[in-house]
């Protein structure tokens, strides 16, 4: 298989890992290649590849990669906002007011939630839409760090050591 990076090798895992294995129609949508000819179980099997090397990371990498990258409604996701609203809670604390905000910002922003979002977080912790902003931006700034230190070491691990091919 061959992928770009690491992003679109994690988001095909991902969207291998829901289609059955019997059913293969359209995976070059998924982002890999399926021109290689590669049977359903190889294509499964690659995935879960994939999705070993992202468990093996480090915690505040793993959290921040799995819940920027899984699917929108995907319990990974939503763990994972838990796991890094602890890691990023020390990081903005001067910011925002406690960790249950982190998380609610996290879960908004990073699975991209429609409708107004600023206004349902100012509405639940009494606070201006601006400070909502002002703690978005905080805490995207830490996360952000964290997640492209996991693309660094994930594109090390599957692209070196791992044995995938870049397109």
Not at 50 to 78: Q, T, W
Not at 142 to 151: I, N, R, S
Request: charged share 25%; net charge positive.
């Amino acid at each position: 298989m061959r992928f770009s990076g690491p992003e679109q090798a994690v988001r095909f895992a991902y969207n291998i890992r829901e289609r059955e294995i019997a059913s293969r129609p359209n995976l070059n949508g998924a982002g890999g290649g399926s021109e290689e000819g590669l049977s359903p179980h190889e294509l499964h099997a690659q995935g879960a590849m994939i999705l070993a090397a992202v468990e093996r990371l480090p915690a505040r990498m793993r959290s921040a990669l799995v819940s920027v990258l899984a699917p929108p409604r995907d319990p990974a996701g939503a763990q994972a906002c838990v796991e890094s609203s602890e890691f990023l809670w020390p990081l903005v604390q001067d910011l925002v007011p406690c960790r249950e905000a982190v998380q609610r910002v996290l879960e908004f922003w990073t699975h991209r939630r429609g409708g107004d979002v600023h206004r349902v977080i100012s509405t639940e912790f009494k606070v201006s839409i601006r400070q909502v902003r002002r703690w978005q931006d905080a805490i995207s700034r830490k996360h952000y760090a964290h997640f492209l230190q996991g693309v660094d070491a994930l594109d090390q691990v599957l692209f070196g050591e791992g044995g995938l091919e870049r397109k």
